[in-house]
């Protein structure tokens, strides 16, 4: 069903495909707007309230009974989700800031700091990358991490010590810190 839809829709965007008409859509923006949401972050709400939609038509199931009021259910998890990640990246940056010398380095210095860490992660294997990301750029215990990726904790761990190691000596090695 999906794929047909795709098909037809290579060439002129047909607005039969679109699972939200345009009333739905304005009260998913209704919804994600008064949940909290930015407004610039508003269009990626709704087109996640479509996918998920589509991803249900495609799984097999059938489509929601009143599609109106389950896009608004959906549009108000999103916009708690939005609200948690904030939180995430506030007691993240929290920690951080924990843990920087109590003098301050100079706007330059960060940035340098920044750009060493990136090329760090950027030569990392992607296993280990992705253990470094999900523990600390998203917060995730070791556990969750361990199941998502469906892996043991030790396994996890040892990807996050070799991981942290890598990225230790590359910091020196550019005399970063």
Do not use: C
Request: aromatic share 2%.
């Amino acid at each position: 069903m999906l794929r047909g839809r795709i098909r037809r829709g290579r060439g002129a965007h047909v607005a039969d495909d679109d699972p939200l008409d345009a009333a739905q859509e304005r009260r998913v923006r209704a919804v994600l707007a008064l949940g909290g949401v930015p407004q610039a972050d508003l269009p990626d709400g709704v087109q996640q309230v479509r996918l998920r939609l589509l991803e249900r038509a495609a799984s097999g199931r059938e489509a929601p009974r009143d599609v109106s009021a389950w896009a608004a259910v959906v549009a108000s998890n999103l916009a708690m989700d939005w609200h948690r990640a904030r939180r995430r990246q506030e007691r993240l940056g929290e920690r951080l800031a924990a843990l920087r010398p109590a003098d301050h380095p100079s706007g330059e210095e960060t940035s340098l700091l920044s750009l060493a860490v990136a090329r760090g992660l950027d030569e990392l294997p992607d296993a280990q990358r992705q253990v470094v990301v999900l523990r600390f750029y998203a917060d995730l215990p070791v556990r969750s991490i361990a199941e998502q990726l469906g892996v043991p904790e030790g396994t996890v761990k040892s990807r996050l010590h070799t991981a942290v190691r890598a990225l230790r000596a590359r910091l020196h090695e550019d005399e970063v810190v």
